[in-house]
């Protein structure tokens, strides 16, 4: 098995502390590791020396090398230009299936915690053993929910299929993007949904073929990155034809068109750290409910995600239901159950040019 750690996104609402020249999978969020250590750590059982691969931006490169010194030159896939998760998966699978025929191939993403990684490695085996007997497959880890969340897409899992070393595979009847908290409860009361953490374990033939059947325009550029794999002109070729590919998510593109999808019911303790309000997932609070990170003062402050730099006190004086995080040059105060909006922030300052410091 072939394993990729996708870090090349820019983790927009985790703004101000994630930024674009250095977004959220390269700070230390939970422990002394970045994310990005973290998902090559976790995955070191799984994966050995040529095995593990690393696809970012062009623009971040150097931090995966800052933060991954051990990583070889030939393991890290770089992408042009921003395409979402469609054209970057279709270049790994592009790229890995040249060097190594058909080769198995476990995507999974750099910011989210797992507090159970030797479980999750054992759930990656499963759908790696799962592939063998079906290789047409696409395999998704789908999370058993802990709470009503709004904030993640879900999957309705049907029936199963089979057993692979006695773990259940179920059918994907559905993908369903973030649902309203009427919608939400039922799915989670229902048991029938799981979390989609948008971690797959598929062989990177299936994925071209699909690619091939749905976007046949993506398929052609990725084709003739893959006549050039191996050759002086692969850089050149990549870099000249990726950025032609359309920008689409690899759901839109090929898992809700596929026929044959299928998950793993993953009991993982996974949180997608996705904004401010989520690191309660992962992180202790007091017994107001809050969360703080440097120098806080808090007099009757309830509910309350505060984080500064150190040598800076942030003084909380009657308040509920707040995340307030400041850092040198941007401060941000938003209520704990709007953080998601924070990419708006992001979408402003990108549209405005005398914001450009702060982007």
């Keep these: 098995m072939k394993v990729i750690i996708r870090a090349g996104?820019?983790?927009t609402r985790l703004w101000p502390y994630s930024r674009k020249d250095r977004p959220k999978q390269f700070h230390a969020m939970v422990g002394d590791r970045t994310m990005l250590q973290e998902a090559v750590h976790r995955i070191g059982p799984l994966a050995g020396p040529g095995d593990l691969f690393v696809s970012t931006g062009v623009d971040l490169v150097s931090l995966v090398c800052e933060q991954v010194p051990d990583l070889p030159a030939e393991c890290l896939i770089v992408e042009p230009a921003l395409r979402n998760t469609g054209p970057a998966v279709g270049l790994e699978c592009a790229l890995l299936e040249a060097r190594f025929p058909g080769c198995t191939v476990a995507s999974l993403g750099s910011d989210a915690h797992i507090g159970r990684p030797d479980e999750f490695c054992r759930l990656l085996r499963v759908a790696g053993a799962a592939l063998e007997e079906t290789p047409d497959t696409l395999f998704t880890i789908g999370v058993v929910p802990t709470r009503v969340e709004t904030g993640y897409g879900h999957i309705r899992k049907g029936k199963v299929l089979k057993r692979v070393e006695a773990e259940?595979?179920?059918?994907?009847?559905?993908?369903?993007?973030?649902p309203d908290e009427a919608r939400a409860r039922a799915y989670t009361e229902s048991g029938q949904y799981l979390w989609n953490s948008n971690m797959f374990v598929w062989k990177a033939r299936t994925v071209l073929d699909l690619f091939r059947r749905f976007e046949p325009e993506i398929y052609e550029v990725l084709m003739r990155i893959q006549r050039a794999v191996g050759t002086p002109e692969e850089a050149g070729t990549i870099a000249?034809?990726?950025?032609?590919?359309?920008?689409?998510?690899?759901?839109?593109?090929?898992?809700?068109?596929?026929?044959r999808v299928a998950t793993l019911e993953a009991d993982i303790d996974w949180s997608d750290i996705g904004s401010w309000g989520a690191l309660t997932d992962v992180l202790p609070t007091d017994a107001e409910g809050s969360l703080f990170s440097g120098e806080v003062l808090a007099l009757d402050a309830r509910r309350v995600t505060a984080c500064g730099p150190a040598g800076k006190l942030i003084a909380l004086v009657g308040v509920e239901d707040l995340v307030v995080v400041d850092t040198p040059d941007a401060l941000l105060i938003c209520r704990r159950d709007g953080a998601q909006r924070v990419k708006d922030v992001v979408e402003r300052l990108n549209r405005e040019a005398r914001y450009e410091m702060y982007r």
């Design 9 to 11: 996104g820019v983790g």
């Design 168 to 178: 259940p595979v179920y059918a994907v009847e559905a993908f369903t993007e973030k």
């Design 240 to 259: 000249r034809e990726y950025p032609k590919m359309a920008e689409i998510a690899v759901d839109y593109a090929i898992l809700e068109r596929a026929e």
